[in-house]
């Protein structure tokens, strides 16, 4: 190693820590005491070096061991360290001052030195230095100081009136002088204290009673030297009560209400000791009783999205009571109160929180479902824009068509009501029957049922009306031009042709029976002067003989206003039609069917067949 590295070395060596273990401000003769000179760092080759009370330097090892105590080896410690390589030393760490004194000139004494939860425990310590004074008593309870008195009495006593678990453990107490501060302090032994469970136990059947129930408590001693002849008394909420049961160690209640709730306890008292129990909480509980449920907002429908509040409350029934929600009788939420009702809050986010809501309630002891009315609640979906449609589209229409329209919304909750627009008017309105569409009549009885047809939609939730793409409905006129009225003038004509050749055909077959008279008419009961003379056709009598006609008429339809007006379309005012009627008949022939122009001359030739022909 050269010079620099042994320089940066020593520059590294810095002034030991001393340490004492235990460590403890007062030792007493025979105690063993660690003193340890910690350099702080992993050395090689180190020389440590020792010095009590400045009386010069000890070479020795890291730890000074002291294996039994003794009063002359009290004063002051420190130590320091040095490099084999090199001359030069550290300073002097920092100094412990050990105080070790004989134990029996102070004692402490604890009675009982074994003893009970909630027994009185009592410390004394004594100081028998020969001089008289003011001493201060210091005592100290696992190393640590819990209470210091001053006095002139050579013994001092402390008591702990009701000791807990936390109290048990090792104690020592010292003295020293109030005069003389530099003195030595002079310190006990140690002395082990014992704590235990306390040896009588309170015991309660039932652990949980229920209002009615009889109660006994049983005061149960686990010493019998501790409660031999012992008086036993109970208490509730620290006030004695009389026990009526022959067993002094047996207090009952009969038929427990609420009022005998409270904090228990009992006390063995022996040998002017009291032996407490540790106390016990008696609640008398109430059985809860069949809750109601309640809603707010207080309808058995809400708006989706909607924020839902239900409250399920038993009237009666001792705290903490916990409360179950139930949609469809499957569990939704649980919730525990100390006074009040059971409160659940929701936000109908969907359809499926729609439902039939119940709720029970229990309290440890009994537990009550399935006995309140339950809430049905239906999560109501916005209706959409409604789409309308025809089974004819965007068309024209005429007098006389009927149109069908449907009306849907492809979202909403039941029921829905359509309604159906004409031109931003509203006509009619339809409730869904079911199918999820509302469906439209209607009837073109004139121009003013065209127009644009537009519908809306209504439920629980709102109301849209007018929305979406309407359909316009055109009205069209049947156009009468030219084209009809040759139709109707050739049928005209048809017919009267027609008329003609029956004629002919008649006429014909009255020549071949010889029968001069007109066996074949037309007319509507005229007679030509060919009929003057009767025939046995005329005969009423005569078998076989009858008289056939045909009875042509031209008629027109019209408004009244003459047959030259302009032809009018289906439907509009004024309409007419052209046609031809043909009456075939066949009926006998008497003395009433004459016509009345007998007395006229007959036409000459061939004429004659028209003689009967009639226009109307």
């Not at 102070?106 to 004074?133: D, M």
């Not at 931003?424 to 869904?432: A, F, I, Q, V």
């Not at 009885?445 to 939730?461: F, H, I, M, Q, W």
């Not at 001069?516 to 037309?522: E, F, I, L, P």
């Amino acid at each position: 190693m050269d010079l620099l590295q042994r320089f940066l070395l020593l520059g590294s060596i810095t002034a030991p820590r001393l340490t004492m273990d235990p460590p403890w401000e007062r030792f007493l003769t025979g105690d063993q005491i660690v003193l340890k000179c910690n350099a702080g760092k992993n050395l090689h080759s180190m020389k440590y070096i020792w010095n009590i009370n400045n009386q010069g330097d000890i070479n020795g090892d890291e730890n000074y061991i002291i294996e039994s105590a003794a009063v002359n080896d009290s004063g002051v410690y420190k130590c320091k360290i040095k490099s084999s390589t090199s001359m030069e030393k550290t300073t002097y760490s920092n100094t412990v001052h050990l105080n070790i004194t004989e134990p029996d000139l102070t004692t402490i004494e604890a009675v009982p030195e074994t003893l009970w939860v909630n027994q009185r425990l009592s410390l004394r310590c004594n100081f028998t230095y020969a001089l008289a004074g003011e001493f201060i008593y210091t005592l100290y309870r696992e190393g640590s100081k819990f209470t210091e008195i001053r006095s002139n009495n050579k013994s001092v006593t402390t008591q702990i009136e009701h000791v807990t678990l936390k109290d048990r453990g090792w104690y020592r107490c010292q003295a020293g002088f109030v005069e003389y501060p530099n003195a030595p302090i002079y310190s006990s032994a140690h002395k082990l204290v014992k704590i235990q469970e306390g040896p009588v136990r309170l015991s309660v059947n039932p652990e949980g009673p229920k209002e009615g129930d009889n109660v006994t408590l049983t005061c149960n001693c686990a010493d019998p030297r501790v409660c031999r002849d012992g008086e036993y008394s109970f208490l509730r909420n620290g006030v004695i009560v009389n026990s009526d049961s022959a067993a002094p160690e047996v207090y009952r209640i009969e038929r427990a209400t609420v009022k005998d709730s409270g904090s228990y306890c009992c006390v063995v008292l022996s040998n002017r000791l009291k032996y407490p129990a540790q106390s016990v909480q008696i609640t008398v509980k109430i059985p809860v009783s069949c809750p109601t449920l309640t809603s707010d907002p207080n309808s058995s429908w809400v708006a989706l999205g909607s924020w839902v509040m239900m409250e399920c409350w038993s009237h009666r029934g001792t705290p903490p009571i916990r409360y179950h929600l139930y949609r469809d009788q499957h569990l939704v939420n649980t919730t525990v109160t100390d006074a009040g009702p059971g409160t659940f809050s929701f936000a109908a986010q969907s359809e499926g929180d729609s439902g039939v809501y119940s709720c029970s309630a229990s309290n440890g002891m009994t537990a009550v479902s399935n006995c309140s009315e339950t809430l049905a609640l239906t999560v109501a979906v916005p209706v959409s824009c409604p789409a309308l449609t025809s089974d004819r589209g965007n068309s024209s229409v005429s007098v006389g068509d009927r149109v069908s329209l449907a009306c849907k919304s492809h979202r909403g909750t039941p029921p829905i009501r359509y309604l159906l627009y004409r031109n931003g008017e509203r006509l009619t309105s339809e409730k869904d029957g079911g199918s999820g569409t509302g469906a439209f009549k209607v009837n073109v009885e004139s121009e003013g049922d065209a127009g644009l047809y537009t519908c809306g939609a209504e439920n629980r939730v709102n109301h849209i009306a007018k929305c979406g793409e309407g359909l316009e409905l055109t009205f069209t006129v049947l156009s009468e031009g030219p084209p009809y009225l040759l139709i109707s003038v050739a049928t005209t004509v048809s017919l009267f042709v027609v008329v003609l050749i029956l004629l002919i055909v008649c006429k014909t077959q009255r020549q071949k029976k010889g029968n001069q008279d007109d066996g074949c008419q037309t007319g509507t009961g005229r007679s030509s002067p060919l009929q003057h003379s009767r025939t046995p056709a005329e005969n009423p009598t005569s078998p076989g003989h009858e008289i056939v006609y045909a009875e042509v008429q031209m008629m027109r339809k019209t408004d009244g206003h003459g047959t030259n007006r302009a032809r009018k379309h289906p439907g509009e005012a004024g309409y007419q039609v052209t046609y031809a009627t043909v009456n075939h008949l066949q009926m006998e022939r008497t003395r009433q069917h004459v016509s009345r122009r007998e007395a006229e001359e007959p036409p000459e030739g061939d004429l004659s067949i028209y003689q009967n022909f009639r226009r109307a």
